[in-house]
């Protein structure tokens, strides 16, 4: 190609493919046209059509937790940039590296309230890292490379770049702007370093605690927890920065955390939390938190440390180089004690017996292989999956961690079974959520994606919400029934050329397990379970992490005292 | 092991001051941010500096330090903001300049006049029944002229906000820098800014 025929939509390709971005997700419109018109001048760049922007976005985050890489999606103006919001939101919580790219109209239409004109930059400010609006031709594939280099630096984030049509059509004259280099993370100050050791030195009963910024430095955590011998607690969103197979991992801590992780955090005299923000799911009431100990916290980003919990020793830096520091010169702690309170701790986790949600999502998680990608939507069976999967390797876990986001699971999957071809992405959803981006099965078909596997847990019922009507509403479950209304899922799979099994209890499960996992396609399992099951342990909110509710109380029927009649004759059929 | 909440400690003002880049939209990135967080910004002034595409604000923010501390480290973050400097951790002079329209009557009209000298306020208009003075100072100076006026009857005032600089004869002392712990000089940092105008030239070629 001459320079000649450069236009700002081709130098927008040209960019991208110099980065070595190799897939897109995106959906057309009026004012992106000229972008998608270059598209077919790039062969090499391979766009995925989804059915709606949020399934998009959401594809391009999961290629992005999977692979470390940055994920990239295309909109048009108006409504197709404001279906990316909620992606952009949980990219932005979650901390995932992700280039957002609209069209917009044309600059001297901008702010006149024209056709499918808004103001995205503006709607975005809170939940970007950075955003542009590119107002020169000639600045458009450095903003682009810029916005790359923020979206993968420091603590990751969503970058949105907004294009004005003109602009994708204006020719483009300048070069095509290279990749810039990834700036250092500051290395750790060798006071904080010698302070943390004489902490641990000291520690009588310490714990480590590691989140979704330390998943990359899973080798150096595992070699630092194994040299001093002290247990690892991983948050939802480090899950699998540490082997689920060593002893010295405790779980999950939390609203949904394990029994052991909960109680070794409220009595640790020590903890090190390296990557990770003590969100208010993790911590319970923050005045109970860790009440005893003296709080390591090492984190990349400063706003981080202090921010929620009182540090005693802040370390600023990567993760990984903190822990080869840390691990230098340790000496295992001999604490027979307090390995054997964490051992009758670890004990006492349950294994789902009875058919119902748990055993389901046990049944789905203990087939996994190691490599086997699990993306989770959100509600009960997420943190049922939270809590019986067991990952030996970091990014393997997809799941909406800060936002919460129903829906994010299914799209998710499929950006990661994109990134990896022959990895098994298995997705677990809800009723509800599933029927968010449901329509993304067309994504499966168009493009023949045969390593996607759908397992929806039906309870009939909006099962996380319905759960918290039960234990602090009494019951008067309100608006979260949805057993009369729900499709056939197996036909609707079907509709799309999608496989469809079914397992309504134990006995069932195993065959169509095997069935659903060996279909050479991607293919679906529906799990009809009982309707009410509730997840524990559970911390409620606002309480404390050592006001933990281990297991289900005894209840006492409620009779229905709001409208949802048929949802009542329902569970007490 | 909580953060400090607000009760913990005093509430007070804090000055501070950040180079951001010249922008569209730094303003309200900045004001957003601090709005969203629940930070009240008392007082706000924003101009040019002395290098190409650098703006300077300076903010009076309440809180305790531990509120403040956690404003200046989110700001940090934006890509906007080239540099946060905390005044209270260096020696700075500040001002602000105040219009001040009092009202007189014949009879008050003298001691109006002294008292505006005494402060070496200047008058910058003048009416049948009021005067405007122009007043600049740093804080104390200008609540100590209103005070001195208000039992004359004050009609109008508007305040630009309070703007700083750090202490020193020679250029080359450094502002303290927010962040960084030590003291640095800025020039460095805010050379590395290009101007809107100069990034689009000179992109080096891969292709
Ligand atoms: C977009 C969105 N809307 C609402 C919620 C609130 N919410 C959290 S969990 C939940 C119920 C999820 O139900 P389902 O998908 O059936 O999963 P289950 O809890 O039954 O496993 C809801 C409505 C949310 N997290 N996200």
Redesign the pocket.
Known sequence: MTQGDMTGAKALWATLVGHGITTVFGYPGGAIMPVYDALTFYPEMRHVLARHEQGAIHAAEGWAKATGEIGVCLATSGPGATNLV?GLADAMMDSVPLLAITGNVARHLMGTDAFQEADITGITLPITKHNYVVRDVEELPQVIAEAIRIARSGRPGPVLVDIPKDIQLAPYHGEIARPHARPEAPDPAPEAIARAHELLRGAKKPVIMVGGGALDAAADITALARAWDIPVITTLMGLGVFPASDPLWLGMPGMHGSVAANRAISEADVLLGIGLRFDDRVTGRVNGFAPNAAIIHVELDAAEIGKIVRTHVPVRGDAGAAARLLAEGAQKLELPEWQAQVEEWKSRTAQPDHWG?AYGVQAVVERLRPDDILSS????????AAQLARFEKPRRWLN?GG?????FGFPAAIGAALAEPGVRSVVI????????TAQELATLKMYDIRNVKICI???S???????WQEMFHERRYSE?W?GDSNPDFLKLADAYDVPGYRASSAEELPAAIDAWLSDPKSALLEVVVPHEHAVFPMVPAGAALSEMIESEPPRAPTPGTRKNAAAEEANNA | MTAPTPQDQPQRDHLVSALVRDEPRVLTRITSLFGRRGYNIKSLSVGSTEHPGVSRMTFVVTGDRGVVEQAMRQLEKLHDVVRIIDHSLEKYVDRELVLVKVAITPESRVEVRQIAEDFRARIVDVGRHALTFEVTGDEGKITAFIEQMRPFGILETMRTGRIALTRGSNADIPSHVYHGGETETLRPVVESVEPREERARGVPNLF
């Open positions: 909620t949600a939507d959100v509600g009960q069976h997420q943190m049922l909406s936002l919460g986001t129903m829906g959803a809800g009723d509800g959520g599933f029927q968010m847990i039906n309870n019922y909006l099962g996380m919400v319905r759960q979260v949805l």
